[in-house]
């Protein structure tokens, strides 16, 4: 079997067949084509059937546990939340020659590509529809299975472990751009609006990228609550704004409002504590699964022409395909 997904010709369907490709890219940038489309095979590692080892079925959606509790003397038990663990699973590879590599020489050069301690991505694309990654490093050693000397059958069939640590297939980021038009430098307020917008299953947390190419720039972002009541404020932040610090000059700041952030939700290119200079204020709602697109105002002051504000909408499904 060439590959993992493809299959004899059966009846004709009422909507036509979709063409799926699965490859790999390395964290030195090669690709490897694994399964589906021109390119298929090329560089001598393709995906096997689950009966020889690749068990897609623990990398089709996000791992969760549910959670329950109980008292003593309790009938039943009371919900009190859900785990999103790693992704751990095994995946099979034929490895054979191609024109004048050897088996052993592609088999070399994918090893290279895989990494316990440096970031690769499996690509699923369905042609035409979408293109998602899952971010994977190794998890164990690789193992070789062999009926006799793979250098004469120019054949090895490779079993390899993935764990990845964020769970969930990403697409591209969702972007838009302002570039502001108007100097107000000397007094004044320019407003436009921009989209937010996730149609993904997950609940999303927008980036905000701020530049300052003059001091004393002040952003207003907006941090609506979309009806979220985890803090009781449901109705009273439905159009919450937050007023950046003043910016100085040459200071460019990522704002990630996810709420688990490890570097902090505001970090300026010039190392400053600007998280200091919030005084405390913090984001604190996040975009919901399936929002239609949603202009939000942006407002700007003490800023002359041509500095920009980008914003990123992350996108992360629970699956390689669907959930739209």
């Known amino acids: 079997m060439e590959g993992l997904f493809f299959c004899s010709k059966g009846p004709a369907l009422a909507a036509p067949p979709e063409k799926l490709e699965i490859y790999y890219v390395g964290p030195d940038n090669n690709v490897y084509h694994w399964s589906g489309g021109d390119f298929h095979g090329n560089e001598g590692i393709t995906l096997?059937?689950?009966?020889?080892g690749t068990a897609f079925e623990d990398v089709y959606e996000?791992?969760?546990?549910?959670?329950?509790?109980?008292?003593?003397?309790?009938?039943g038990g009371r919900y009190t939340g859900l785990r999103e663990n790693m992704f751990e699973f095994a995946f099979a590879f034929n490895v054979k020659s191609t024109q004048d590599v050897p088996w052993r020489v592609n088999d070399s050069r994918f090893r290279k590509s895989l990494s316990y301690t440096q970031d690769g991505r499996i690509y699923c694309k369905i042609v035409g529809e979408s293109t998602r990654y899952l971010t994977v490093r190794m998890k164990g050693t690789p193992k070789l299975k062999v009926q006799s000397d793979p250098n004469e059958r120019r054949y090895g069939l490779l079993l390899v472990t993935f764990v990845a640590a964020y769970p969930r297939w990403v697409e591209d980021d969702w972007t838009q751009t302002y570039i502001t038009k108007t100097d107000t430098t000397h007094g004044g307020l320019e407003t436009t609006t921009l989209t937010e917008w996730n149609p993904t299953n997950n609940e999303q947390w927008a980036k905000w990228v701020l530049q300052a190419g003059n001091a004393g720039i002040t952003w207003?972002?907006?941090?609506?609550?979309?009806?979220?009541?985890?803090?009781?404020?449901?109705?009273?932040?439905?159009?919450?704004?937050?007023?950046?610090?003043?910016?100085?000059?040459?200071?460019?700041?990522?704002?990630?409002?996810?709420?688990?952030?490890?570097?902090?939700?505001?970090?300026?290119?010039?190392?400053?504590?600007?998280?200091?200079?919030m005084n405390g204020v913090e984001f604190l709602y996040p975009i919901p699964a399936y929002t239609q697109p949603t202009p939000v105002p942006i407002a700007v002051s003490g800023a002359g022409v041509g500095n920009s504000i980008q914003l990123r909408c992350p996108r992360s499904w629970s699956r390689p395909w669907g959930l739209e």
């Open 48 to 52: 096997t059937a689950q009966s020889l």
């Open 220 to 277: 207003h972002l907006p941090d609506y609550s979309y009806g979220d009541s985890r803090f009781n404020r449901a109705t009273v932040d439905a159009s919450r704004m937050i007023t950046m610090p003043s910016l100085i000059a040459g200071e460019n700041v990522v704002v990630d409002t996810d709420e688990m952030t490890m570097a902090g939700q505001v970090v300026s290119s010039l190392d400053t504590a600007i998280y200091q200079r």
């Open 62 to 75: 996000s791992p969760i546990d549910t959670i329950y509790q109980s008292t003593a003397f309790e009938i």
